[in-house]
């Protein structure tokens, strides 16, 4: 009991020198309650939906996803409506009902703006029945009646200005058609952000399908006292094999699989960087506990002397860590909903909705952040409480504060060079490795390694460091900066800690950096190297193009060819009998001007001819395939075709690795009509001097179909380099976590180290030191350090970026790129941060009294 007391008691007596490590906790628990209640949120609202809009049984196209259709064909899978019939025939059924349902579709109002989200989620037009009524209610006028008429969701309604009366032109891989708002509806549950339009069943049939009596499934109701199970084996026994049957369960658990494949990697990327910020706020708790310690030398050795045992003064500090993780745990908890909701605001301005009537937090969400919060602070502390555990009765006799730790240890910087060497090791070995799996294992080894080598060698490190820095950036301030060299330099432990916390945020941006400036410019290299085409017609959202919008194109004058590029599906046999998933890609005989792709044998125009296709050479390799040889291909939907190998394409970049080539017109002849996959993507070029005035015109064609984007190769790589700068904002705002949890440390730091130095800063007030050079004493004390952080993670980031980029060079990543600019802004910004870490310090040091200063203990 005097254990607890004598810790709570120093626990409110210091209550202000701990806030910004308990700060540090609250941050990282609350990223990590944060992300479990937001991603659980998420699951419910999906729960939900799934659980209003399933029927008992759910009848499909056999080998159907749970979205429907196949990838780049332009129609879903369908059934004949005689199914219906069939079914309703079928012993403990009822209201058993044909759908039609695509997500195929552009819809766009009057103004030709695609009223469809931007989020990702998709526009899906379905016909119109009463099982819609258990997920919607009709907020205003009537359902769809025929075929001039539909029906929208209210929340597009709302968000593009929609009214009844206005008329929607709806764009699918069977025609443009145009219908008049008629009604609205509102989702019972929360709708995640998808766009719906709706249609009576013979205009959906006929305008998304192609023609009436067809439907993409079924869905059937039982009759009470029968379960799903039963109901399912009673259908199959009535339709036989050929069909995929479902309860609602499990129509609901393949919903909620596809959705955890994006959840589980957005949740687990963000843990990820929680736990960086944890990492970072061990350092700072560490210092924080290191320094309080030694302030409270005196009165360890007090204790010490009057019969307290190492281990009771080891627990006292122990049961003040604890009490910190509670608290700051605690309150991380609770803020962790509030980011949650934040997030969920974000995505829905973002487009996807969330409502917070789903607001998830399960018991286990605070209870895992208080237990990792408490766990990671007392851990922390263990090294601390050690080191007062140790301190003699005969410290009450020496000043408050002395440091024991003067200078890194020789063991300590022995162990650190050896474990930086050992890092260095497995990055080079990284960079040279042959292949991506043990290429990987060694990086990983290497990075971590490199990392605890540099964090231990980090005192040793200051030293050289900050004396370096010291010429360069603070003797420029005369004795002032002399003093705040050798205040840096006082306590190379501490300073090393402070500065590695820095080092980890900085090391990650720098990484990243590297990495995603070498992406830009090894795509860049390979466009410049193989598309030869002058312009790429695709869709952002990876829409399969229109038949109608690419017979417009066809028409642009000036055009000297437009290329299309279709995706089959099929699987592939090899002369050995061995079966696999066919990358086959089916384009028109003018491809090979428009991609220059390297062979290992053969010639690339060969593949055009009647019966011929190629493979990669990775695939040739594998499976023994040689010029000449006759594989055989299963076309999904179609025949089964004898193709002959006629070249073998050099697997060497990223564009295109591993495709298999053939003739649209060899697939023609092997697939109906309805089932041709549409075009992925067209190239095209202009003829000589009408590239300017082709690329207006193609725009122009386009104007009626705001779904698909016409590039030159410039657009391209802007739209590449966009996207991949995208990223890396998002990644560095996930880091900037990390990186405020370490300037928290420096402030802490300072914070301490000013009340530590105490009696010295009265002092040196006495002596003439003006409150004005004491403030800019400590703002220089703490960019040194934030510069010493920035040097070594930034550093340590390049080291690991190179090698990152070397290792993947094996998958076309074959041009390294450092962003100085990038780097060096870094650099000259941690110094801004270092100025704004002193703040506050710098302030109280300037507002103290000299005489109370002088006669502190």
């Not at 904002?729 to 300072?750: D, E, F, Q, R, S």
Request: net charge neutral; proline share 4%.
């Amino acid at each position: 009991m005097s254990v607890l007391k004598t810790s709570l008691r120093n626990f409110l007596a210091h209550k202000g020198r701990m806030a910004l490590s308990a700060v540090a906790v609250l941050l990282s628990v609350a990223f990590v309650c944060g992300t479990l209640v937001f991603t659980d949120t998420m699951n419910t609202t999906f729960d939900k939906l799934f659980a209003v809009t399933a029927s008992d049984v759910t009848v499909s196209p056999k080998g159907t996803e749970a979205t429907g259709g196949t990838p780049g064909s332009g129609r879903p899978e369908t059934l004949p409506a005689a199914l219906v019939e069939r079914i309703e025939k079928t012993e403990g059924t009822r209201n058993v009902r044909g759908s039609v349902s695509s997500t195929g579709v552009t819809v766009v109002d009057s103004r030709n703006k695609n009223v469809g989200p931007t989020s990702g989620a998709p526009t899906i037009a379905v016909n119109w029945t009463p099982n819609e009524l258990r997920s919607v209610e009709i907020a205003s006028g009537h359902e769809p009646r025929g075929p001039t008429e539909v029906v929208v969701d209210g929340a597009t309604a709302d968000k593009q200005g929609l009214k009844l009366g206005d008329t929607l032109r709806t764009i699918s891989g069977v025609g443009d058609f145009t219908a008049k708002i008629v009604g609205t509806v509102d989702f019972k549950t929360t709708n995640p952000g998808a766009t719906l339009v709706y249609f009576d069943t013979a205009t959906a049939q006929r305008e998304l399908l192609g023609k009436e009596g067809l439907f993409t499934n079924i869905t059937v109701d039982a009759e009470p006292g029968l379960d799903d199970e039963a109901l399912k084996r009673n259908v199959a026994a009535s339709l036989g094999d050929g069909y995929k049957l479902q309860t609602a369960a499990e129509a609901a658990d393949e919903g909620r699989a596809e959705l955890a494949s994006f959840l589980d990697v957005m949740k687990y990327a963000m843990l990820g960087f929680a736990g960086i910020a944890f990492l970072v706020g061990i350092f700072l708790i560490v210092n924080t506990f290191s320094m309080l310690v030694a302030q409270r030398t005196r009165e360890i050795g007090l204790m010490r002397a009057i019969g307290a045992g190492r281990k009771q003064i080891n627990r006292s500090v122990l049961v003040e860590a604890l009490l910190l993780g509670v608290v700051g745990s605690l309150a991380g908890a609770a803020a962790g909903v509030g980011l949650a909701v934040g997030l969920m605001k974000i995505m829905s301005s973002a487009g996807m909705e969330l409502s917070t009537r789903d607001l998830t937090v399960k018991w286990t969400t605070p209870a895992l952040g208080l237990l990792l919060g408490v766990l990671v602070t007392v851990v922390a502390a263990y090294v601390p409480a050690r080191r007062a555990g140790k301190v003699s009765p005969m410290a009450a006799l020496r000043d408050a504060g002395t440091p024991a730790d003067g200078k890194a240890g020789r063991i300590r910087g022995l162990v650190g060079l050896v474990l930086t060497a050992a890092g260095a090791a497995g990055l080079v070995a990284a960079s040279r490795a042959d292949e991506a799996g043990p290429g990987s294992a060694w990086l990983g080894l290497g990075v971590v390694l490199s990392l605890l080598g540099f964090v231990i060698v980090g005192p040793l490190l200051a030293g050289i460091v900050v004396r370096a820095l010291g010429v360069v950036v603070l003797r420029v301030f005369g004795p002032v900066g002399r003093l705040a060299e050798r205040n840096a330099l006082r306590n190379p432990r501490r300073t090393g800690a402070t500065g590695a916390a820095l080092m980890i945020g900085l090391a990650l941006v720098a990484c990243l950096s590297v990495v995603g400036s070498s992406m830009v410019a090894s795509a860049t290299e390979e466009l410049d190297r193989s598309v030869g085409a002058d312009y790429l017609v695709q869709s952002a959202t990876g829409q399969p193009i229109v038949p109608q919008a690419e017979a417009t194109l066809k028409k642009t004058p000036g055009l000297d060819h437009l290329t299309s590029y279709k995706q089959v599906e099929a699987t592939i046999t090899d002369t050995r009998g061995r079966t696999a998933p066919a990358d086959l890609t089916a384009t028109d005989p003018t491809y090979p001007k428009d991609l220059r792709r390297e062979l290992k044998a053969g010639k690339i125009e060969d593949v055009y001819g009647k019966g011929s296709m190629s493979v990669g050479h990775h695939y040739a390799d594998e499976h023994g395939v040689r010029l000449g040889d006759v594989l055989t291909l299963a076309l999904k939907g179609g025949d089964t075709v004898k193709l002959k190998v006629v070249a073998i394409t050099a697997d060497t970049g990223n564009v295109d690795k591993g495709s298999m080539y053939t003739s649209i017109a060899t697939v023609a002849e092997h697939l109906p009509a309805d089932r041709m996959p549409q075009s992925m993507l067209l190239l095209a070029s202009a003829e000589d001097g009408q590239e300017a005035k082709v690329y207006e015109d193609l725009k122009d064609a386009l104007a009626p179909y705001p779904q698909y984007k016409v590039s030159n190769q410039a657009d391209f790589k802007k739209d590449l380099k966009d996207q991949v700068g995208q990223l890396l904002n998002i990644v560095y705002g996930l880091l900037a976590l990390a990186i405020v949890v370490a300037v928290l440390g420096v402030v802490n730091t300072l914070a301490l180290s000013v009340v530590e130095r105490t009696r010295e800063i009265g002092l040196m007030r006495a002596i003439g030191l003006s409150r004005r050079q004491l403030r800019r004493m400590i703002r220089l004390e703490s960019v040194v350090i934030a510069l010493f952080g920035a040097l070594l993670g930034l550093g340590l980031g390049m080291g690991w970026g190179t090698a990152a980029q070397k290792l993947l060079a094996l998958d076309g990543l074959g041009v390294l790129d450092i962003p100085w600019p990038t780097i060096l802004t870094v650099f000259v910004g941690s110094a801004f941060v270092g100025l704004f870490a002193a703040l506050v310090p710098a302030f109280r040091a300037g507002r103290m009294n000299v005489l109370n200063a002088i006669a502190s203990d």
